[in-house]
């Protein structure tokens, strides 16, 4: 497992636009840095922990409340600016543990900062952004539906360290009142339940899955790798339609999700009937 | 003295909250005019719980029914509480996000179609966990599609309340409607305390749960729409009101600026009280402020 979520998140943002600090009034936790990729200048994006933060509950690399509101000043920037204008990509650089589980969250309605974060994503892909998300150490829960979950095109590196799921292990087999090695045993029979990264690649939500050396230390030609996997991923976004669609469509759906595309067939067979 | 005056309102209304969700998705529609979709004898079940020892149901604990309410093209889309908590899994998930899409695809086709959510959920099943999770993504990005065209009305009822990641799909709709006994969060009293501890958030402390998450707080300090009491003549009124008002002009989740700013002001050094917050953001309050401003 990682070592500390969120310093890759913070290392692969610093290797691909050499940024290292927010913009100006922006929370340390949240990095943002215009940055030439291919013929485009990308707006990219990431959540890193600020030990220092003024909410006690996001200071490990949570998405919390400020985290969610400058996430989404931070994107609709790139809709207001870009009217009539060539739309900007907009690369969100995944590695949160969590949405922010404190009191004073919830308090302060956490439900709707959230909301409108995955709003502004949204609406930038709708309006013909290019909206790419690169899993790069964990995506989980709330806090990946809050930054990256509504992209066109999702990257995720193929590695052990890098884990997408709904809740954390420990918590899920308490709530589900199983024992970890459950789980573990599970989620090779039940791939949604599974933790690894392979698995969830079977579902077919991922547009690529990306095998690089060493994931902890960016090296310039690892760098360079990816930075062609961002254009083409941006490319294949502009040629595809704005919604989410291609996740249904792609082969790992048409295997895993069998269930759900039958519902979809009988909704839209019913839909019009008499 | 005639009866009526001797019996209390409450004694003959009908309750919403006692009613299932199939039940109170038809209280809502036009009488004769909805149908069924994907209804439990089209047996689209899950089919990850069985491998789990788990029993599905055969509407996977989501219904849609499609009418007219007061004469407007609308679905209306109600999870049931009663079956895993409402949980959003890869059918249910599926059944909503292709609805709202029909509900889109029609709206664009000059046959405008609202729809309506009655969610009672915990959010993701956790047993069919990541295609939980990117449903809800899903289900959010046909929404956000739809609010194009035509409103998206949330009804938190109770008692399950509506948490996790649905907790999003009730902040993007355009209006949310809740009563007393509804909750809205993100995450629950409970998984704060596992997850941060006692001191954090002591889940047993029933008042304080209902002071941060009840309807009344919701719609006191303004991240939710109108009050109701349990009453499903009530309850259908308001989603006539909201459909007929329309798109709003501004969803709130679009309203960044307001938000952050009210994030900015606040005194993080310890927990913050509901009913001063309450106070502070009331929106009535707020534009009273406004116009003296002026």
Known sequence: ?274 | MSIATVIPAFVTRESFIELEARERAQALMDPGSWRELVGPFDRIESPWLPMQSIAPQSDDGCVVLKGTIAGQSSVVIALEGGFQAGSIGEVSGAKMTAALDLATRDSQNGKKTAAVLLLETGGVRLQEANLGLAAISEVMASIFALRQYAPIITVIAGTVGCFGGMSLVAGISSYILMTREARLGLNGAEVIEQESGIEEFDSSDRALIWAIFGGEQRVGMGVADELLQDDAKEIAAAVQRCLKAGLPAVHRSQQIDLYRDRIAALDTSQQIEPLTLRKRWDSKQAKAKEGSAR
């Open chain 1, 1 to 274: 497992m990682n070592k500390q979520v969120g310093l890759r998140g913070k290392a692969w943002f610093q290797a691909l636009t050499g940024v290292d600090s927010p913009m100006g009034g922006d929370p340390g936790s949240v990095l943002t840095a215009d940055t030439e990729l291919g013929e485009d200048t990308a707006r990219f994006l990431c959540v890193v922990p600020d030990p220092k933060a003024r909410f006690p509950c996001v200071r490990r690399g949570e998405v919390g409340l400020e985290e969610a509101y400058t996430l989404a000043t931070r994107v609709r920037e790139v809709i207001d600016h870009g009217e009539n204008l060539k739309k900007r990509p907009i690369v969100a650089i995944v590695d949160v543990k969590s949405q922010a589980y404190g009191r004073r969250e919830e308090t302060a309605a956490i439900f709707l900062a959230a909301a409108t974060a995955a709003d502004a994503y949204a609406s930038a892909r709708i309006k013909g952004h290019p909206v790419i998300t690169l899993i790069v150490g964990h995506a989980f829960s709330g806090g990946f539906l809050t930054h990256g979950y509504q992209a066109n095109r999702i990257l995720a590196f193929d590695d052990d360290d890098v884990v997408i799921h709904a809740m954390h292990k420990e918590a899920a087999a308490r709530i589900t009142l199983r024992s970890v090695a459950d789980l573990d045993r599970l989620g090779h029979e039940v791939p949604p339940m599974s933790y690894d990264v392979r698995d969830y690649a079977r579902l077919g939500l991922l547009h690529k899955l990306l095998h690089i050396q060493d994931p902890d230390t960016p090296a310039p030609a690892t760098v360079a790798q990816i930075q062609k996997e961002l254009i083409d991923a941006i490319a294949d976004a502009r040629a595809g339609s704005t919604d989410l669609r291609n996740r249904l469509e792609s082969k790992g759906a048409r295997e895993m999700r069998k269930a759900g595309l039958a519902a979809r067939a009988y909704m839209e067979k019913q839909w019009s009937g008499v």
